[in-house]
């Protein structure tokens, strides 16, 4: 049973299965949809998590991942685009003893939520942000989005986007949000480890899920996700273990100081014990950063797994800690008197 910090949210009396986590809902995302990839993950591992339904709260924005709190049997709230995460900031600092959660996309998240994001990872809030990301705006039928590619031809980038895409890794890392990894939507079984962890991490989790829009995108992770091709293009990130990669394993990632390199370990001049080992506890978040750059790099694949999780106080202890000294200090305060004292007018 995994204890992520409130011990009030565990519970052994209920044993839930699969199928209480679903509503009565119609699912209603397209035909094929890689949404449907992750309910499922999430409905599959929840009875695991030992939260009780009514102390899990699903909050999302606009766009097809934010129906997400709609099959979900807990609380939820469908909000606004772009401010769930300061929605849920709000729900945590009021309820701390519930278990959170975001579900939101690379348009919700990345463009008009990017400053909301930001901040929530900067102030360590303790909820978990599943970013469904298909590089394009799929509600409003196609759109380029914020991690669209340079050169992206769409509805609004008719002749190709000029625009240079986000890189959510970075942007996370750089944030400070305490746990950052990266999953796809069609491993299930890797996509639900990564939930587990997220959900036992104590601070703001993220996680980008390569996620496939069948209709306005498709394939547009087919590198990364297809069988044929996906073993010689992502690294399966493991805590202590060497980036080794490619079909027959005979690839790897070196490190020059701070320059990664791919090399053969097939043809004698480099071993398996020459790569780099992941540390995903590292405290510098340097080779995090080197690890979210690989996606921008020419030849080099595309980290999955956990990239960086690190311990430190989160913004909602803070903030309940620091009411409690104050109250210890001062006593319970009285607002009426607030409201009368200091500098006051009387209006005849």
Known sequence: MIDNGTKENLTTEIKYLSKDFATSQDVRWCPGCGDYAILAAMQRIAPELGIKKEKMVWVSGIGCSSRFPYYMETYGMHSIHGRAPAIATGVKINNPDLSVWVATGDGDLLSIGGNHFI???RRNIDINILLFNNKIYGLTKGQYSPTSEKGKKTKSTPFGSVDFPFNPLSLSIGAGASFIARALDRDPKHLQSIIKRAAAHKGTSFIEIYQNCNIFNDGA??????????ADNTIMLEHGKPMVFGKNMNKGIVLDGL???VVRIDEGEFSVNDLWVHDEFDKSPARASLLAEFQELEGFPHPVGVIREINKTTYDEEFHAQINNVKKQKGEGDLKKLLFSGNIWTVN
Request: net charge neutral; hydrophobic share 20%.
């Open 221 to 230: 992770f087919e590198l990364y996700t297809e069988k044929e091709s996906k």
């Open 119 to 121: 901040h929530a990872c």
């Open 259 to 261: 320059t990664p390199k």
